[in-house]
């Protein structure tokens, strides 16, 4: 969808957490990647990442708030924040992508959907009490465009992108974490939080998801 990136453009991954995400945008684009996470550790590992890819020349670690980034504003050929917004709220975060954003310039962001129109009560308390802000796509749609950004296109993650990359490995680390952790109380009550998102995914995943979104900043 962003047939006009430049062919080495300047790109920043907001809220870039711990994987391997800002290498993959360095390798993808060709461009220069600046990895921003309020986590010190994460930024610390998203370098590490780049080097072991032979990458570390084109990634910048910034440990900072994405709600004062301190770059100077439309210095971004791309802004890329990928389930990371909801941690500002999802139009506070959109005003922040716009801010950076080179005139032309694409932000590509995710959040979290319903993809039904009457979640069942189970899973919608649930998410109310996780992250009350959930929306359906069109509302998410609506306040894309009400930030002042043209929308490219938007796709539904699929749900292996949720059960093979996210849930499957969360699972089998908790399993040691059991034993590890049997006799620790605050230990057990994270597993028991990933053990009931979990299984109210496996009940509940397809009425919600992750919406992908990709924009632009108008040029003018």
Not at 9 to 28: E, I
Request: aromatic share 10%; proline share 7%.
């Amino acid at each position: 969808m962003m047939t006009d990136l430049p062919a080495q453009p300047r790109v920043l991954d907001l809220g870039c957490g711990p994987g391997g995400g800002s290498a993959n945008l360095a390798d993808l684009t060709g461009g220069h990647v600046t990895a921003l996470d309020l986590h010190a550790p994460f930024v610390m590992q998203q370098a590490a990442a780049a080097r072991a890819v032979g990458l570390s020349r084109r990634l910048d670690p910034v440990c900072a708030d994405m709600r004062a980034a301190p770059f100077t504003p439309a210095s971004f050929d791309l802004v890329w924040s990928e389930g990371a917004l909801y941690s500002v709220g999802f139009a506070e975060g959109l005003k922040v992508c716009l801010r950076l954003a080179t005139p032309g310039g694409y932000v590509a962001v995710s959040e979290a959907v319903w993809e039904v129109t009457h979640p069942p009560d189970e899973v919608h308390r649930w998410w109310t009490a996780q992250y009350a802000d959930i929306a359906s796509i069109d509302e998410k749609t609506a306040i894309v465009s009400a930030a002042g950004l043209d929308i490219v296109g938007h796709f539904t993650l699929p749900r292996e992108a949720w059960w093979d990359h996210l849930y499957v490995p969360i699972r089998e680390r908790l399993d040691a974490f059991r034993h590890a952790w049997a006799g620790d109380p605050i230990g057990l009550d994270v597993i028991a939080e990933f053990d009931s998102e979990i299984g109210m995914f496996e009940r509940w995943g397809h009425t919600y998801g992750y919406e992908f979104f990709v924009a632009r900043r108008p040029p003018r």
